[in-house]
């Protein structure tokens, strides 16, 4: 995965996070540690549920992308996170269904002074018919050098 740099940040530009796929262990595995909701981590109630079937809690999409996508990408820039915002969960995830994620830059201030710059990053996260299932926006403090 290509590494990138205060250089390559411009406003509007998006980055590919590539495609996730959870598994029902996978869900099951992070709602144990983080989200330990029946219908997350058991079977009979999962599908029992208004979902009728194992989904993923709305953090993991977020927090699965962010590990295997983005912080290889840019934490090598990062000062510090500033602020979620706007964090819709619009679609249920399922277990074994594609997603698909990318990141924009919809706000962009560098501080030549100071030699960090101000990242507002909004993440989308769409299913196989290329509707959004997630939306949210991260503002993350960025080393310029």
């Known amino acids: 995965m290509e590494k990138y740099s205060f250089k390559d940040f411009s406003l509007h530009k998006s980055f590919d996070l590539g495609t996730v796929t ?34 993923a809690s709305g953090s993991q999409i977020l927090n699965t992308f962010h590990t295997r996508s983005w912080v290889k990408m840019f934490g090598n820039t990062i000062i510090c ?47 196989e018919k290329g509707e959004f299932v997630q939306t949210l926006e991260i503002t993350v403090l960025h080393r310029m050098d």
């Open 22 to 55: 959870l598994s029902e262990q996978d869900i099951i595995d992070y709602a144990k540690l983080n989200d330990p909701l029946e219908f997350h981590i058991n079977k009979e109630a999962a599908f029992k549920s208004v979902f009728k079937g194992f989904v």
């Open 81 to 127: 996170g500033l602020e979620i915002n706007n964090w819709k969960f619009l679609k249920p995830v399922y277990a074994n269904q594609p997603i698909k994620g990318k990141t924009i830059i919809v706000f962009f201030k560098p501080n030549e002074e100071k030699k960090h710059c101000v990242v507002t990053w909004r993440y989308e996260f769409t299913d």
